[in-house]
């Protein structure tokens, strides 16, 4: 299974390096009122890392969810 992580990490890393390499090109990204100009790699990590970020916080937030207090099936309202 350690064989099979570090072969996927490679393969992984790999295909990220050849993806910032194959888009250098700047692109012109409007955000609210602003207008930044940077590489098309730099905003792809970018919203891959903003992705990944509130994909963590979900899963934390739900799994403190189900940890806490669990109510009554019936409550006898």
Same mark, same amino acid.
């Given at each position: 299974m350690q064989r099979f992580k570090m072969i996927s990490i490679a393969i992984l890393s790999l295909?990220?390096?050849i993806i910032i390499l194959q888009?250098?090109?700047p692109v012109?990204?409007?955000l609210l009122f602003m207008s930044i100009t940077m %590489?098309?790699?730099i905003?792809?990590?970018g919203t891959?890392?903003?992705g990944f970020a509130l994909g963590l916080l979900v899963s934390l937030f739900s799994r403190?969810?189900?940890r806490g207090e669990k109510l009554p099936k019936n %409550?006898?309202?």
């Open positions: 295909l990220g390096v888009n250098t090109e012109e990204t409007r %590489p098309r790699a905003l792809l990590m891959t890392l903003i403190g969810r189900d %409550p006898g309202y």
